[in-house]
């Protein structure tokens, strides 16, 4: 669910290093929100990432 319907941005994943340099697996997930938008002329409630809502990609109702 946490996928940005715009750009396909998603949850990224790599590691948590501890002062030892043990590792182990963490994720960051994306600012996702849901609004709702004009997709054809119709509003629509879409999962958008808070980067495309700021640069304008999408046009809210």
Known sequence: ????SVCGKGA???HNVSHSNRKTN???KSNIKRVRCKVN???K???VCTR???SGK???V
């Open 45 to 47: 409630r879409l999962y």
């Open 58 to 60: 999408v046009e809210r």
């Open 52 to 54: 495309c809502l700021r």
């Open 26 to 28: 963490r994720m960051w």
């Open 1 to 4: 669910m946490a996928k940005c």
């Open 12 to 14: 990224h994943f790599g």
């Open 41 to 43: 002329g119709t509003p």
